[in-house]
């Protein structure tokens, strides 16, 4: 079946300009994931929707930051007058809840100038 | 051998050789980690996990061993094959965030010569 998938896979901005990236999770999937990952860098998580409940938004770097995801199904993540250190590969991941397996998607790569 | 890069350690191997990839967690509260593949341009891919009620689990070539009391982590690949070259990263969770919030490490880098 298919797997999560993300758009744009590529997406170049200028320092200032509001973004906004798009994760689909596997279709069922009730639990949803946001990371961040700076280059030569591990993951940093940023924020997990499960279900109908409130999203865990602690890593979230900044209010420049928030993401939403509708129908519990398609999330979107956007960045408020983005800055050069927004620059990383957004990953999405999704699970089947808590706890199980997560399957990330190939990333958005996100460049400011 | 394994030197430090500008950015990742990295492990450089021949093909058939065996790989240790090592990782140290910080949070002693921590009690499921997970090894993760990550290729180039790719999302990282889920290779094995294990709990800690358990020292050592084995996978299909791979194997994970966990020592608690030194909070550390490795990566056993056997047979190392070309296709095996990618960005390891160890990740550990906590039963208060419900396994869901994983926190992820550097990672290594693996090379593989043919």
């Known amino acids: 079946g298919a797997g999560v998938s993300q758009s744009p896979s590529n997406k170049v901005t200028e320092k ?3 973004v906004e990236l798009r994760c689909d999770p596997i279709s ?5 994931y946001w990371y961040r990952q700076s280059l030569g860098q591990g993951l940093e998580f940023l924020i997990y929707f499960q279900g109908n409940s409130a ?19 398609v999330s979107t993540l956007t960045i408020q007058r983005t800055q050069q250190e927004d620059s990383a590969v ?20 996100l460049t400011v100038t | ?19 240790i990839i090592n990782c140290a967690y910080s949070n002693s509260a921590s009690d499921y980690f997970i090894w993760y593949k990550q290729e180039s341009g790719k ?19 791979v194997t994970v061993l966990l020592n608690k009391t030194v909070k550390h982590l490795s990566l056993q690949i056997a047979a190392t094959q070309p296709g095996d070259s990618a960005v390891y990263f160890c990740a550990e969770t ?21």
Not at chain 1, 98 to 106: M, N
Not at chain 2, 94 to 114: D, I, R
Request: aromatic residues 8%.
């Open chain 1, 90 to 109: 957004y990953l999405c991941a999704s699970s089947a809840g808590p706890g199980y397996e997560q399957y990330f998607g190939p990333g958005t790569r």
């Open chain 2, 1 to 19: 051998g394994e030197s430090v890069g500008l950015h990742l350690p990295t492990l450089s191997v021949q093909e058939g050789d065996n790989s």
């Open chain 2, 43 to 61: 999302g990282p891919q889920f290779i094995i996990d294990i709990r800690s009620n358990m020292d050592k689990r084995q996978g299909q070539r």
């Open chain 1, 55 to 73: 999203p865990d938004k602690s890593g979230l770097p900044s209010d420049r930051f928030s993401a939403e995801r509708t129908g519990g199904s």
């Open chain 2, 94 to 114: 906590v039963p208060n965030s419900g396994y869901s919030t994983l926190t992820f490490g550097k990672g290594t880098m693996l090379l593989v010569s043919p």
């Open chain 1, 16 to 18: 200032g300009k509001d």
């Open chain 1, 28 to 32: 069922g999937h009730t639990a949803l």
